[in-house]
Nanobody
């Protein structure tokens, strides 16, 4: 049974910073791409940033230069450092991780429970 546990959300003033983390636990054979998505009220869920197993990253245009995604493979953890936060960054943030639970099992994407980030202007 795989679970993703997120932490780090909260309320911050515009211009401030937050760091999100998401750890995968359970039976894990390998982890591929890890990413962060967000969903604001009334909007579709969108990709914020992701990082491959080789360390290649890509970001939504709206967060480039402000957010940094990283991973610690030994801890099965992905991080999102968010700086210069804006009111438009307010959303529920979800981690997304592709995991193989055994050597023969296909990869499957798992989602975190979501963590609220609120930026006050």
């Amino acid at each position: 049974q795989v679970q993703l546990v997120e932490s780090g959300g909260g309320l911050v003033q515009a211009g401030g910073s937050l760091r999100l983390s998401c750890t995968a636990t359970g039976t894990i054979f390998s982890i591929n791409t890890m990413g962060w998505y967000r969903q604001a009220p009334g909007k579709q869920r969108e990709l914020v940033a992701r990082i491959t197993s080789g360390g290649t990253t890509n970001y939504a245009d709206s967060v480039k230069g402000r957010f940094t995604v990283s991973r610690d493979n030994a801890k099965n953890t992905i991080y999102l450092q968010m700086n210069s936060l804006e009111a438009e960054d307010t959303a529920v943030y979800y981690c997304n991780i592709w995991i193989r639970v055994t050597i023969v099992a296909p990869g499957y994407e798992y989602w975190g429970q979501g963590t609220q980030v609120t930026v006050s202007s």
